[in-house]
């Protein structure tokens, strides 16, 4: 699954649009849109807020096998759509680094989160936004480094008046880039591996906490191996005492 | 279980501190490198972030260059090889290893994938040329990393050799499981010893991205055809399938394309690793049949049953005693040397 966070409804409208997201009611504080693949909450503007919308969505739905992607606009004096590399957060003054996919097509930049609108600044060459720090840490809490992600628009050089509709119109226009981001992280990863279920073994072996970490690191070898277990064991399994339980155990570790 | 190839992309993003953003050989590893860059204030920003996917790192690992601070070279480890040295210490330019063995206990003992070059290579020569002043030295700057592997990059073992020559109580082991063809490359002196890692295939399946065995076998004979010593490292052993034939094969072709005579010395040990770094690895290599095999835990270093131990260390003790004397191999077992 696929986490998106906005901060307004204007950047999140041609998402829900394009991939079909159903308004999910009734889930948490937030209103949530989703499908399948793609879960996307609007959270509002400002880290306080931010941190709260990653933290209620990922802490109720979130898998560690899921990502993140904080999508919005920032301010800044250069144009386009950006994938950010360093999150500094103004407020707390700490530094966040997001492991970058090493293929993608976007130009990078580093983002400042500031607690209120940037004002502008000619010489400056970073980003700024209202959210990402926040998004970061929280999702951190839930997801690896490598699975969270900042795809910023620029909208305002100076922290001119942008109103709903330029932003809806600006990630209208750029939804082509929004969409390649999204891809990165929609693409599914290798199956997992599936490991023989050892309860009933245990439970055969009468096996102590101790004796059923050995024998599910004893299966998840000779599973990897291309074996299986249960060609080792042998047919009668019951056991009358752990101790009992312990010779086979034993036996099994000696034949591997 | 089938191998599944894995498919590498190196520093499509490197990270510099601020700090040695001017040194020569920062400037010297951008110039070769088209990478994103990132400036930081401290390695361990990146290095060290929590919940780190060391998997999914090393496939496509980041540089990250930086100074080394504070202490730059450490005492010997137990689980390590003195090879009868009294003052035995390590040091640590490079943090990971651009080869992905399975097995590899950094990915236990690191909390990333990626790979860290400190640049301050002279600091770490102040320091050997201080304790120089006290006793001999033998140092190994090779184990968290592989050296020669990263040397189109970093120059770094051309410096060692140089600085290695012109010290005579200073002997330095440079450890690689790398294919680099060392001749006309560094200055040759009889104090840097070159130490060739060598495995049979069925374990060279399990050492991603690494040379062949018969391209290090090749890449310790131009060094020793160069004039330097040879150390080759059956270590660790990890048992398989027909263990005995292939390390029989193995031998063979050492003898055949370097000659045992030749070798300064063998060192041999089966797969060990502290308990606190098995824990890490193998949660980056929870499909590895190496690393998921049952390890038995005798104080706090996780390796294989004592029978199990002997007979692999047994079998392949009595392979190259065919081809050598015993007082040049040396032997690692548990409870350490």
């Keep these: 699954m696929v986490f998106i966070f906005t901060a307004l409804y204007a950047e999140a409208e041609e998402i829900i649009k394009n991939y079909a997201l159903k308004k999910l009611r009734n889930m948490t504080k937030f209103t949530l849109y989703g499908n399948e693949d793609i879960c996307l909450c609007v959270t509002g503007s400002g880290v306080m807020r931010a941190s709260v919308g990653v933290s209620a969505v990922l802490a109720k739905f979130s898998s560690p096998e899921d990502k993140v992607i904080n999508i919005g606009c920032a301010g800044g004096n250069k144009e386009g759509v950006y994938l950010c590399n360093k999150i500094k957060d103004n407020i707390f003054k700490r530094t966040y680094y997001p492991d970058m996919p090493p293929k993608h097509s976007f130009k990078e930049s580093e983002l400042i989160t500031e607690k209120n609108v940037w004002k502008g600044d000619k010489e400056d060459p970073c980003l700024h936004d209202m959210e990402a720090s926040a998004v970061y840490e929280a999702a951190s809490f839930f997801v690896s480094p490598e699975k969270i992600m900042f795809l910023k628009i620029v909208s305002d050089s100076n922290g001119e008046n942008v109103t709903k509709e330029d932003i809806r119109l600006l990630f209208k226009n750029n939804f082509p880039l929004v969409q390649d981001a999204i891809s990165l992280f929609l693409k599914k990863e290798e199956e997992n591996f599936n490991f023989t279920d050892t309860s009933k073994i245990e439970e055969a072996l009468k096996c102590t906490v101790t004796m059923k970490e050995r024998l599910k690191r004893i299966a998840r070898y000779l599973d990897i191996k291309g074996s299986s277990i249960y060609d080792y064991l042998p047919k009668e399994l019951e056991c009358k005492s752990k101790k009992e339980g312990m010779k086979i155990l034993e036996s099994l570790e000696e034949k591997i | ?337």
Excluded at chain 2, 66 to 78: F, H, S, T
Excluded at chain 2, 89 to 101: E, R
Excluded at chain 2, 217 to 242: M, Q, T, V, W
């Design chain 2, 1 to 337: 279980m089938k191998a599944l190839k894995r498919k590498y992309d190196f520093f499509s993003h490197i990270y510099v501190e601020e700090g040695v953003k001017n040194h020569p050989l920062t400037k010297n590893i951008l110039k070769k490198k088209d990478s994103h860059l990132i400036y930081i204030d401290h390695y361990k920003d990146v290095f060290c972030r929590k919940g780190q996917n060391i998997a999914s790192q090393k496939l496509s690992p980041s540089l990250i260059i930086a100074k080394k601070e504070g202490k730059l070279i450490y005492e010997g480890a137990p689980v390590c090889q003195s090879f009868g040295n009294e003052y035995f210490y390590y040091t640590s330019l490079i943090m990971n290893c651009v080869y992905d063995c399975e097995y590899c206990y950094l990915k236990g003992m690191y909390p990333s994938g990626n790979i860290v070059i400190f640049v301050n290579i002279e600091d770490i020569f102040a320091q050997i040329d201080n304790i120089l002043k006290l006793h001999p030295v033998y140092i190994s700057v090779s184990y968290d990393c592989d050296l020669l592997a990263c040397e189109s990059l970093t120059g770094f073992v051309e410096k060692w050799c140089l600085f290695a020559s012109e010290r005579k109580d200073l002997t330095v082991e440079i450890r690689t499981k790398s294919a680099v063809d060392v001749r006309g490359k560094f200055k040759v002196t009889d104090n840097i010893i070159f130490a060739f890692t060598l495995s049979p295939n069925t374990l060279y399946a399990r050492e991603h991205n690494t040379p062949s065995p018969l391209s290090r076998i090749k890449a310790a004979s131009f060094a020793l055809e160069e004039g330097f010593n040879i150390r080759l490292c059956f270590d660790p052993l990890i048992y398989f399938e027909g263990f005995k034939e292939e390390y029989e094969a193995l031998s063979y072709s050492v003898e055949e394309n370097i000659g045992f005579k030749n070798i300064k010395d063998i060192s041999l040990g089966t797969f060990r690793i502290s308990a606190d770094y098995m824990k890490g690895l193998r949660k980056a290599e929870p499909y590895s049949a190496t690393v998921q095999y049952p390890f038995e835990n005798k104080g706090g270093v996780y390796s294989y049953p004592k029978a199990k131990e002997e007979y692999m260390l047994k079998t392949v003790k009595d392979i190259l005693l065919k081809y050598i004397g015993e007082d040049k191999i040396y032997l690692w077992e548990s409870g350490y040397e």
